[in-house]
């Protein structure tokens, strides 16, 4: 929830940034279930926080992300 109201302050600043492929996609998902400034909120009977929680178990992390096949590189 913190996360994505950074991502909706940061765009409010500057209209014209954008952010990565993954974190604009989580960001975009979330919105679609909890609006920014809990607009609707009056409308609403699941708390935020049920919703936060349900959308995280919802949404496997992995799915946001392109598929990677190579191995990482193996530091020092």
């Known amino acids: 929830m913190t996360g994505t109201s950074w991502l909706d302050l940061r765009k409010a600043q500057n209209p014209a940034r954008s952010f990565g492929p993954?974190?604009?996609?989580?960001?975009?998902a979330f919105r679609m279930v909890l609006p920014f400034n809990e607009q609707g909120a009056g409308l609403r009977e699941v708390p935020i926080h049920e919703l936060a929680?349900?959308?995280?178990?919802?949404?496997?992390?992995a799915?946001?992300?392109?598929?990677n096949d190579?191995?990482?590189?193996?530091?020092p």
Request: hydrophobic residues 45%; without cysteine.
């Open 63 to 67: 799915g946001f992300f392109p598929t």
């Open 22 to 28: 993954s974190s604009t996609a989580v960001w975009s």
């Open 70 to 75: 190579r191995e990482p590189v193996a530091g």
């Open 53 to 61: 929680s349900a959308f995280i178990r919802e949404h496997a992390a």
